[in-house]
């Protein structure tokens, strides 16, 4: 758990959508790669709607979706107060305003409880704590297999939630089962969004939407391609033309 701030010498300041966004991040511990920024591309928000993230960490996604979508009202939780003050800081510094509570997001603050949103977006843990050796740094294994079960992130989304709107979440492909099972618990309308490391490759990551009240029959969408080629040749990106555009211009991610 990381309670205190970061020291200004242990973090570093990464450009994220071709340096319309500039994150502060730590040296050491949970760094935010090419998964929030995914997140964020992929929530359908509109201007002038309200999106809440729950588990925000250092607040990534928040400042890449504030960037691509202009007049949103933005708040997320935090279980770990260094990271929520990260968080604040860096939507401060990308000129975005948002709300970041601190706690826990299956008993989160009466504030939260009281408001409800256009979109909620999550990138829950990845690991179960149970079948893995955890990180030496106790921040960045919470953020890779935090406690919270995957039921109770679902569970929080829906209830923050306006009627018909939309959860999206982010998440490896072994945790698929019970990610699609606690969807189904509480959310209707879902839609399923396999993430391709290259062509003819199993995915390792998946994105999941679902509707509060929604009816719509489930559909899966093909796969989206990351990386051209077969495989990794030479020390460069070699995201495909759409990734290239969604990481680096901030451009929308659509399911279909």
């Given at each position: 758990?990381?309670?205190e701030?970061?020291?200004?010498?242990?973090?570093?300041?990464?450009?994220?959508?071709?340096?319309?966004?500039?994150?502060?991040?730590?040296?050491?511990?949970?760094?935010?790669?090419?998964?929030?920024?995914?997140?964020?591309?992929?929530?359908?928000?509109?201007?002038?709607?309200?999106v809440l993230?729950?588990?925000?960490?250092?607040?990534?996604?928040l400042?890449?979706?504030?960037?691509r979508?202009?007049?949103?009202?933005?708040?997320g939780?935090?279980?770990?107060?260094?990271?929520?003050d990260?968080?604040?800081?860096?939507?401060?510094?990308?000129?975005?305003?948002?709300?970041?509570?601190?706690?826990?997001?299956?008993?989160p603050?009466?504030?939260m409880?009281?408001?409800?949103?256009?979109?909620v977006?999550?990138?829950?843990?990845?690991?179960?704590a149970?079948?893995?050796?955890?990180?030496?740094?106790?921040?960045?294994?919470?953020?890779?297999?935090?406690?919270?079960?995957?039921?109770?992130?679902?569970?929080?989304?829906?209830?923050?939630?306006?009627?018909?709107?939309?959860?999206?979440?982010?998440?490896?492909?072994?945790?698929?089962?019970?990610?699609?099972?606690?969807?189904?618990?509480?959310?209707?309308?879902?839609?399923?969004l396999?993430?391709?490391?290259?062509?003819?490759?199993?995915?390792r990551?998946?994105?999941?939407?679902g509707?509060?009240?929604?009816?719509?029959?489930?559909?899966?969408?093909?796969?989206?391609?990351?990386h051209?080629g077969?495989?990794?040749?030479?020390?460069?990106?070699?995201?495909?033309?759409?990734?290239?555009?969604?990481?680096?211009?901030?451009?929308?991610?659509?399911?279909?």
């Amino acid at each position: 758990m990381r309670v205190e701030p970061f020291d200004p010498g242990a973090l570093v300041r990464d450009d994220f959508l071709g340096g319309q966004v500039r994150l502060w991040q730590p040296r050491d511990g949970y760094r935010a790669g090419v998964d929030p920024v995914l997140l964020a591309a992929s929530v359908p928000a509109k201007p002038g709607q309200s999106v809440l993230e729950l588990g925000c960490g250092a607040g990534p996604a928040l400042c890449c979706l504030g960037a691509r979508v202009a007049g949103l009202t933005l708040a997320g939780i935090e279980l770990q107060p260094g990271y929520a003050d990260l968080a604040r800081r860096n939507l401060r510094e990308n000129a975005r305003e948002a709300v970041i509570w601190e706690g826990d997001l299956s008993d989160p603050p009466v504030e939260m409880r009281q408001r409800s949103f256009d979109h909620v977006m999550a990138n829950p843990p990845y690991f179960d704590a149970a079948r893995r050796r955890g990180a030496d740094d106790s921040g960045r294994e919470i953020a890779l297999a935090g406690p919270t079960p995957m039921e109770n992130w679902v569970q929080t989304a829906t209830r923050r939630l306006a009627p018909r709107g939309t959860a999206t979440f982010i998440q490896r492909t072994e945790r698929l089962p019970e990610m699609l099972a606690a969807m189904h618990r509480h959310l209707g309308s879902l839609e399923l969004l396999p993430l391709l490391p290259r062509e003819g490759r199993a995915p390792r990551l998946v994105l999941l939407r679902g509707r509060k009240e929604g009816r719509a029959d489930f559909r899966f969408y093909p796969g989206l391609i990351l990386h051209r080629g077969k495989a990794h040749e030479g020390d460069w990106e070699q995201y495909t033309e759409k990734l290239t555009e969604i990481l680096r211009h901030g451009r929308e991610l659509s399911f279909s």
